[in-house]
């Protein structure tokens, strides 16, 4: 079911309404947002839902026995990461590692594992990447006594299985969460507007920037005849760096809208990340709730920066590399992961956004220089192939062909708007020129439906619904 759609539109509004009904029963509104959760997933397919179903069992239950059997933590860990990497690595990874197996033992035909494993494993269920690893953050707390398991099996099911952020983010920490959702909070008018503009520039940026855009990029990866012009595709990166930012930012900010009419709250998951001048910067925000359960779960545990240089790096690079692997089974995500890694070394080594910017001149440099790193890192993360992603990179550093960007005059225009925004942000225009009328304030996101209506491009899934 996407958001946006007009089924989903009916299904919030029933939603809303019957969570109003149940007033204050906090046990009876969390087994209806579980019900209503788990028939917004199961909308797609639901013999996945038994997924859900799984992870949440295994973490509910090694939780609990935590508590009860102290000396066997350990192993309830362990028990619960084995399940839910195994089931993410059948359901995500099947096709991946039976075609690279193949590959490597040279097997064809009806001899290959890719052709004999059964077509249900080659599917990859919508957005399990975000519910597995929400569902492992839960133990992993419990383990650390962070937080104490919690004994109502609908309030966890109703945590790990929130539609608004089920299939795409963010991924939020049941320490923060949990709590939140024991108590049922009167909606204030403020909150109820503060919901309702995440909504709508949620939707902004999806369909209207992210959708007009997104015909751009396909026509330009799935052409028989690569374009052999440096700018054409300098001006496609960019394009596609608008497209990804905004279709996943704006799923978070619809995500965080729908939730703030809950009564929760939501991390934010995106700070203006192309407003960056180091690459630290730059994952503190992008996607902040993936980078940071990467940071906690897996690069701090394997002693982060804390045993010696080398170790160091060895660590950032399993860290961004599995990152990469876990957007996709395909080593373009790995190459995406690897170059960030390496992007990030260079800087710990060198030190040189810290040298570079020491003036005006020098943070534009270095904002300049660290924007090339992303684009460049972008090609892998968008391309169908290393070889593509390898081609298309010669082309834009050949500096030649033709002086074509490729955006024509509407993708001219919503790429604009994005320059224009970012740079507001960047020089705190935005902060000081903000709508501070009421009157103006409601008849400025008025504009703003409006050309969601009339200028949203053609509807297609939330990118990050694949992951």
Known sequence: MLFNSLIF???????????????????????WLTIASFFFYGWWDWRFLFLIVFSGLIDYFAALAMERFPSKRKFLLTLSVIANIGSLSVFKYSGFIAKNIDALLGLNGGFSLLANTPDFFLITPVGISFYTFQSMSYTFDVYRNKMKPTKGIIHFFAYLSMFPQLVAGPIVRAQTMLPQMLKV?????????????????????????????????VAAFS?????????????????????????????????????RWMGYDFPDNFKHPYISTSMQEFWTRWHISLSTWFRDYLYIPLGGSKKGTFRTHVNLWITMVLSGLWHGAAWTYV??????????SFERITHWPKIVSKSHLGRFVAWLLVTMQVLVAWVFFRAESIEQAFAIIKTMFAFSGSINLGWGLNGSIFIGIMILRELSVALGLDRKFKIKNPV???????????VIVFFRGEGSEFIYFQF
């Open 9 to 31: 539109v009916l299904f919030a509004s029933v939603f809303f309404a019957i969570a109003k009904l149940l007033g204050k029963r906090v046990n009876a509104r969390l087994l």
């Open 185 to 217: 909070t009167q909606v204030s008018k403020d909150e109820r507007w503060a919901g309702f503009q995440l909504v709508v520039r949620g939707y902004f940026k999806k369909m209207v920037i992210a959708d007009n855009l997104a015909p751009l990029v």
């Open 223 to 259: 052409s028989p005849e690569p374009n052999s012009s440096s700018l054409f595709w300098w001006g496609t990166i960019i394009a596609f760096a608008f497209q990804i930012y905004c279709d996943f930012a704006g799923y978070s900010d619809i995500a965080r809208g729908l939730a």
């Open 335 to 344: 190459a995406w992961g690897a170059l960030h890694a390496f992007f990030s």
């Open 440 to 450: 103006w304030e409601m008849v400025f996101y008025a504009l703003i439906i409006a």
